[in-house]
């Protein structure tokens, strides 16, 4: 199995910055994507940034031009730099990745979530 583990959630203030990590461990022979969603009280887990190992990003609307995502292919480790963070930015924040087994088979794994509080 992989598992996913995230740190570097917390309280903030609006406008201010937070960068979570996401760190995979187990038999992976590789990630193919990686990305970050989220989950507010009452409301649906939402997209918010996706990587594939290339490089290439994509970004909810919500917070294009203030988070970024990046990753580290050789540690199979994530992170998503989240600037002028907003009260509406409060969620659980949770990383998700598909790739490959070294077996060669498919896996899709959650990390547990860490919760970001933005007050206003």
């Known amino acids: 199995q992989v598992q996913l583990v995230e740190s570097g959630g917390g309280l903030v203030q609006a406008g201010g910055s937070l960068r979570l990590s996401c760190a995979a461990s187990?038999?992976?022979?590789?990630?193919?994507?990686m990305g970050w969603y989220r989950q507010a009280p009452g409301k649906q887990r939402e997209l918010v940034a996706t990587?594939?190992?290339?490089?290439?990003?994509n970004y909810a609307d919500a917070v294009k031009g203030r988070f970024t995502i990046s990753r580290d292919n050789a540690k199979n480790a994530g992170n998503l730099q989240m600037n002028s963070l907003k009260p509406e930015d409060t969620a659980v924040y949770y990383c998700?990745?598909?790739?490959?087994?070294?077996?060669?088979?498919?896996?899709?794994?959650w990390g547990q979530g860490t919760q970001v509080t933005v007050s206003s």
């Open positions: 998700k990745a598909n790739g490959y087994y070294n077996n060669g088979q498919l896996f899709s794994s």
């Open positions: 990587i594939t190992s290339g490089g290439s990003t």
């Open positions: 187990g038999s992976i022979f590789s990630i193919n994507l």
